[in-house]
């Protein structure tokens, strides 16, 4: 028997509704008034996402300003990502259900199961990245530049990256499905001490990642993908997805958080500890 799942999928929207959907999702699962959630969407504008603990100064904002880019904070971790001709998915579910196992990476493994079936759906031949962490210190600012546990690679080549934050007995993941990858855009949206340097970096990231496009040589539409994963995901999760449609409440909720959170400086410019350093924890 299928396990009964909700699915809506949100269009464009900005960057700080974007953030402020997940964060209302994950709440009201919380709260009980939605169930396992699954929600597709993508970006008004292209976005560089940072993570909850990262710091903006590795980044440069008048790159930001020149591509006409927004900018904002996730509620997970991890690093930086340029969201621009992607599919972005984010879902919540209860750390109490019995599926969901209680570690980090065995929760990927499960929940990126729908992701594998997805990308099988459109032809691109993933496997799961187990990276040998122990000879593999190296952090970086740059999402796409290293393999999670459990994220996609084909040919040693990172395809997706995903972000996981649990709060209030809810696991919410989210992540970054890209079609195709502008590095210009991506490596100049960073500080770096030298265009020289930018530019090895630039080298030794197309070598570590690729995009849908690069494997499959085809140019696919949202809609395209939309149906490819939403398909991933019931047969990779074995879930049954009925449309979730949202109250006006909820809908005023979402743009509040948005305005209130996501789209003020102090929350995307400055991380928790930095907060309170000027006087504020929020």
């Not at 929940?111 to 190296?138: C, H, K, M, T, W």
Request: proline share 4%.
């Amino acid at each position: 028997m299928q396990t009964e799942w909700a699915f809506i999928d949100t269009g464009h929207l900005s960057a700080a509704v974007n953030m402020a959907f997940d964060e209302c999702l994950l709440n009201w699962h919380s709260q009980g008034n939605i169930p396992p959630t699954l929600r597709f969407y993508g970006w008004n504008k292209p976005t560089l996402s940072i993570g909850y603990f990262q710091r903006a100064k590795t980044i440069n904002f008048d790159a930001v300003k020149k591509y006409d880019c927004e900018f904002v904070r996730r509620l997970t971790g991890g690093s930086a990502v340029l969201h621009d001709d992607e599919l972005t998915y984010s879902l919540v579910i209860s750390e109490r259900d019995p599926g969901i196992p209680k570690s980090v990476t065995k929760a990927y493994y499960v929940l990126s199961q729908g992701i594998l079936e997805g990308y099988r759906n459109l032809g691109v031949p993933v496997e799961f990245a187990i990276p040998e962490r122990e000879i593999d210190q190296e952090r970086s600012a740059i999402c796409f530049e290293k393999p999670s546990f459990y994220e996609m690679i084909v040919d040693g080549k990172k395809i997706c990256g995903n972000a996981q934050t649990r709060k209030s007995g809810v696991l919410m993941q989210h992540g970054s499905l890209p079609m195709s990858l502008d590095t210009d855009m991506l490596f100049d949206l960073f500080a770096f001490s030298s265009d020289e340097m930018r530019k090895r970096r630039k080298e030794k990231f197309a070598a570590k990642a690729t995009s849908i496009k690069d494997v499959i040589n085809k140019t696919l539409t949202y809609e395209t993908m939309v149906a490819a994963f939403k398909k991933g995901f019931e047969t990779g999760l074995g879930i049954h997805l009925s449309p979730l449609t949202l109250t006006d409440d909820q809908w005023e909720e979402i743009q509040k958080l948005a305005q209130s959170k996501y789209a003020t400086d102090l929350w995307n410019y400055y991380t928790t500890k930095e907060r309170e350093t000027i006087g504020t924890g929020n």
